[in-house]
């Protein structure tokens, strides 16, 4: 009897208990309300104070909550190939944590060279997993920014020239890493597409453009990745700093595309309060604010968005409104991030991690040229290889500015070549040249000491002979992460390879047939001895298996399919943003010296328009080295004829296309089937085609398979500048399907009413 009582008390008093918690529960807290009334009651709990400090950094890289009502804080780590190791507070410089290693995964180039948006899925989540573990809220990436010219130091952390791949391949890569409760924050918005004058330039540019190719991979990530938020850039538009644009951040991206997340600056982008206040800006990073240096004890009280606001809300020259709707921005951010209680913890390195990494790498590989099928090497005839070149043992993963990375292991061509080689062959290394033996970045190091002061012909000679005394030469090449290569903060100097690498690469090609040249880059680069080479393989950055990666495309264990995300150009002139200037910038400012500071910033205007990369050179009829799409493959494919539904569309109807793609050769592979449209007769200036669908196939020997592409007359439209809207012409027009931009296979023609 007693006991039963007890029990029963016992019982009472919990759910009294309990019933007292839920019913005080404030809202904000309470998860079974909308999340739009959280925010409201949040809100309305803060004070003024409070809202202020959350728009602005408390660290290098957070920003506070709402201590008092236990509202967390946002922790944010670059991104976009690998989660950053940890800095002191207030610093670049490492804290010098043990426990912050990770994977390193290929760059973005590599990545759109896949051409394949499950592997940018794959990438995403695996990426967002070791953020979560890491306990990061907001990933610094992806970074969309359109390949305008083969110069721009940061082309690797980007996605290409193409409006169209860039949007499909990015959708799933903020798809995957946001499943972890952590945003992604696509960058830099808009128009940084140089790291020259990147905090002292102007952009000009005429709608079309900006509406065809600049914006719509970051209207792809907003709209259809909800990318929970976006990081502004340093540049000016309309001569408006990007961070706080009116045109960009108000007009465009709140307004038009009904962005409903966060804006926040990149670091040290924001320059006028008011601006910030009044142009879409909400979460300020970096900021160097005026007269206080580096270490200044109340530096973010001193942001932008900090004091200089407070006071001005409190003096009553500006009013409450923007403020609370950054607040609410930030809360919204918060619910789906630092308060999701339903996010999975994340983890670092897993087996699944390196696999992903491996194989977004060997499917990001782009055979250029194989010409008497060099590759795959054939272990029975190699029984002595030569590796050659400082590529082969250089880390990549160190270096190159915000992105760089300190990695569990990377594997390095040369001992991916090994591993994979050297049970059946004797695999032999010689440097060739010396080209940068740095191996540090803001504090970490590579552990690499790659000195070597032999004189350039010693080294050469000492290659040469290796070669002529090998049955195959592989020779790693290319650029690096050191400072006007690839690399955030400069632009390289020149297209051609550094270090002399030109030399030595015909030098080998002289010693021995069986050559293959592997470029290591982010970029393309001139290649004047491409006659004299017989096999040449792109393989980009390509993170902590980069080695396994490349050894794994070397042997045909993976068959290469991967596919230029831009044009190579023969040489810099063909390009149109040199061809038709500007770049740097506007050459009588540039002549002038402007650019040097921000009180005398320089013009660079897009002469070029629409005309970008493959647009302009298939347009303009100039035969580039390799065309955006190019890449080869150990099997053969052929493509059937195209059909279509029909010949006659209207406007509110789709067509669709059907091809068959068979593999006629003796390996599996896979190929991309690339679908270009032509408008054959417009009243604009229209390119010659442009990429509207695309599909990767796996394909066995003897297999063939019907791939189908529809679309809409969204696929046919052009920006009309004067209606501000897009505008599908009736007439002719031709639907175009091959494996490359220069490699159109079969052609159906429509007429759209
Ligand atoms: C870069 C951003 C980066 C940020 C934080 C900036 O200099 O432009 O891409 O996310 O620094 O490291």
Do not use: C
């Amino acid at each position: 009897m007693f006991k039963k009582t007890a029990i029963v008390s016992l019982f009472t008093l919990i759910s009294a208990s309990y019933m007292a918690q839920t019913q005080t529960l404030p809202i904000y807290l309470d998860e079974s309300k909308p999340v739009e009334q959280r925010i409201q009651d949040a809100l309305s709990r803060m004070t003024l104070e409070e809202k202020v400090a959350m728009l602005h950094a408390q660290s290098k890289f957070s920003s506070p909550g709402v201590p008092r009502l236990g509202i967390p804080e946002f922790w944010t780590t670059d991104g976009p190939h690998g989660v950053r190791p940890e800095v002191m507070w207030d610093e670049w410089d490492q804290a010098g944590w043990t426990n912050d290693s990770i994977i390193a995964y290929p760059a973005l180039t590599a990545l759109s060279a896949t051409w394949n948006k499950k592997m940018s899925w794959n990438y995403g989540k695996a990426l967002g997993e070791e953020a979560r573990y890491r306990k990061k809220d907001i990933l610094l990436g992806p970074g969309v920014n359109i390949y305008r010219t083969p110069l721009n130091g940061r082309n690797f952390e980007y996605m290409g020239e193409d409006p169209y791949l860039t949007s499909k391949m990015v959708v799933p890569y903020i798809k995957g890493v946001q499943s972890n409760g952590v945003a992604t924050s696509v960058k830099h918005f808009a128009l940084n597409n140089q790291e020259m004058f990147r905090h002292t330039s102007n952009v000009n540019v005429d709608d079309r453009a900006l509406y065809e190719i600049y914006l719509p991979p970051f209207k792809a990530a907003v709209t259809e990745g909800d990318s929970w938020t976006i990081m502004g850039a340093y540049d000016m538009y309309k001569n408006q700093y990007a961070s706080q644009n009116q045109y960009l951040l108000n007009d465009i991206l709140k307004k038009e595309w009904g962005y409903k997340g966060v804006v926040l600056s990149d670091w040290g982008a924001v320059n006028n309060t008011e601006q910030a206040i009044h142009n879409g800006l909400d979460l300020e990073f970096g900021s160097w604010t005026n007269g206080l240096s580096k270490g200044t004890k109340n530096a973010y009280d001193n942001y932008y968005l900090a004091k200089p606001y407070l006071d001005l809300i409190k003096s009553g020259k500006v009013g409450t409104k923007e403020l609370d709707d950054k607040v609410t921005r930030l809360l919204r951010l918060a619910y789906k991030t630092t308060m999701n209680r339903n996010k999975p913890f994340g983890n670092v390195a897993s087996e699944e991690h390196k696999a992903v990494a491996k194989e977004i790498g060997e499917e990001g590989i782009v055979l250029l040229k194989n010409q008497g099928n060099v590759l795959p090497i054939d272990v029975n005839k190699a029984k002595k290889i030569a590796v050659i070149g400082e590529n082969a043992i250089k880390v990549m993963t160190v270096g190159g500015g915000s992105s760089s990375l300190k990695v569990k292991y990377e594997t390095l061509p040369l001992d991916g070549i090994k591993n994979r080689f050297g049970k059946q062959a004797d695999v032999q290394y010689a440097r060739g040249y010396v080209g940068d033996i740095g191996g540090e970045y803001n504090g970490v190091k590579s552990g690499q000491n790659l000195k070597d002061d032999r004189p350039a012909e010693e080294l050469l000679n000492e290659a040469v002979e290796l070669a002529k005394n090998s049955d195959y030469v592989i020779f790693v090449g290319g650029l690096n992460k050191s400072d006007f290569q690839d690399s955030e903060g400069n632009d390289r100097k020149s297209y051609g390879l550094p270090y002399n690498q030109d030399h030595v690469i015909s030098a080998l090609a002289k010693a021995n047939k069986n050559l293959a040249v592997v470029l290591v880059s982010g970029n393309a680069v001139a290649m004047p001895w491409i006659k004299e080479v017989p096999s040449v393989l792109q393989s980009w950055y390509l993170g902590s298996e980069a080695g396994n990666s490349i050894a794994s495309v070397l042997a045909g264990d993976a068959n290469p399919s991967g596919k230029l995300p831009f044009t190579f150009p023969v040489k810099l002139e063909d390009n149109s943003a040199h061809r038709l200037g500007e770049y740097p910038g506007q050459k009588d400012e540039l002549a002038a010296g402007k650019g040097k500071d921000q009180k005398n910033p320089i013009n660079i205007t897009y002469n070029e328009s629409i005309f970008v990369g493959y647009r302009w050179h298939d347009t303009k009829k100039i035969k580039p080295l390799f065309s955006f799409g190019h890449g080869l493959s150990y099997t053969t494919f052929e493509f059937g004829k195209a059909t279509a539904d029909k010949n006659v569309m209207s406007q509110d109807d789709k067509i669709t296309f059907t091809v068959i793609v068979k593999n006629t050769g003796k390996r599996a592979g896979a190929e991309v089937a690339q679908l270009y449209i032509s408008d054959i007769k417009a009243s604009v200036p229209r390119p010659a085609k442009e990429l509207k669908g695309f599909e990767k196939v796996f394909l066995n020997p003897g297999e063939q398979k019907e791939v189908t592409f529809t679309i809409d007359k969204t696929s046919l439209s052009y920006f009309d500048a004067e209606k501000h809207d897009w505008v599908a012409e009736p007439g002719d027009f031709e639907a175009q399907i091959g494996n490359s931009s220069d490699a159109i296979k079969t052609k159906v023609k429509f007429t759209l009413k």
